[in-house]
């Protein structure tokens, strides 16, 4: 069985879990490949993203099962 966590990752801690590039992260978010990030704060510098860890597991588990 899987365990499963609601912990908030950044980008960078994304990239390291999946040995990717921060750029690949931020790439497949904004070309609707990966999971929504949550973002906190109304500007654009000002602001903080994190992605929900249930969230990229999930995401890792599909694509797994599509590539069986």
Not at 24 to 39: H, L, M, N
Request: hydrophobic share 35%.
């Amino acid at each position: 069985m899987t365990s499963h966590s609601n912990k908030l990752l950044k980008a960078k801690e994304v990239a390291a879990w999946l040995n990717v590039s921060e750029s690949a992260v931020w790439k497949w978010t904004d070309e609707g490949s990966f999971p929504k990030p949550i973002r906190f704060g109304e500007h654009k510098k000002g602001h903080a993203t994190r992605w929900v860890e249930n969230d990229i597991q999930e995401w890792l588990e599909n694509k797994r099962e599509s590539s069986d």
